[in-house]
């Protein structure tokens, strides 16, 4: 008897789970407004990053510029850095990343992303969040006039993509909403 209230408790449990994760399914709808705040979330880290690189920027703009780039991430992301001189990649935190980006040793440094687009599909995982994954090709100008160098490479990344509900309060309500944050960027190739 015992064990059959707890095989019942079990299955009553598991078929709740079951209807809670179905009624919480993204509408074709809704995930369509989610993958285009994706993409323009990937699209506002691109405008950060060629502006904290750049060396035109001042100081106090380009933190700033972390500060909000910073934003887009969930905790503890990475960012991959590759060099055609190297196969090693290098992960630094988001944060640290930037500020290496700022103090890279050119004194004329141009960054832009192109072909951005998903790989993968949003896909829900045990914890409730989606995930899916954008890739992107970043091309890298840095050129330094006193020696006459000049780096250039090309690096295709991937962009890990965490999307959950969230809630807020607005006038006294709660109200959720689905939200997009940044994760990993991972390098997967780099040429010249």
Same mark, same amino acid.
Do not use: C, H
């Given at each position: ?7 019942? %408790?079990?299955?009553? /449990?598991?078929?709740?789970?079951? &209807?809670? &994760? !179905? ?8 995930? #369509?407004? =989610?993958?285009?705040? &994706? /993409?323009?979330? *990937?699209?506002? /880290?691109?405008?950060? =990053? ?14 700033? $510029? ?12 990475? +960012? ?20 290496? %980006? +700022? &103090?890279?040793?050119?004194?004329? $440094? ?5 072909? =951005? !687009?998903?790989?993968?599909? /949003?896909?829900? #995982?045990?914890? @409730? ?8 090709? #970043?091309?890298?100008? @840095? ?19 965490? *999307?959950?509900?969230? !809630?807020? !309060? =607005? ?9 997009? +944050?940044?994760?990993? $960027? ?7």
């Amino acid at each position: 008897m015992k064990n059959t209230l707890i095989l019942f %408790l079990g299955l009553f /449990l598991a078929s709740s789970l079951t &209807a809670v &994760a !179905q009624s919480e399914n993204i509408s074709p709808a809704r995930k #369509q407004a =989610i993958d285009s705040l &994706a /993409l323009e979330k *990937v699209k506002d /880290l691109s405008k950060y =990053i060629a502006i904290i690189g750049s060396k035109d920027t001042q100081f106090s703009e380009a933190n700033r $510029v972390m500060d909000r780039a910073e934003e887009l991430f969930a905790p503890g992301a990475e +960012m991959g850095v590759s060099s055609i001189n190297s196969s090693e990649i290098a992960y630094y935190k988001v944060r640290r990343y930037f500020e290496r %980006l +700022m &103090a890279l040793n050119y004194d004329r $440094v141009n960054i832009t992303w192109y072909d =951005i !687009q998903y790989i993968s599909d /949003l896909e829900r #995982q045990p914890d @409730g969040r989606y995930v899916g994954v954008i890739t992107i090709f #970043q091309r890298f100008e @840095g050129t330094s006039i006193e020696t006459g160098m000049n780096y250039k490479d090309t690096t295709k990344k991937d962009i890990t993509i965490y *999307v959950e509900k969230k !809630q807020t !309060q =607005i006038a006294g309500r709660t109200i959720e909403f689905w939200d997009v +944050m940044l994760g990993d $960027v991972r390098v997967t190739e780099t040429s010249a």
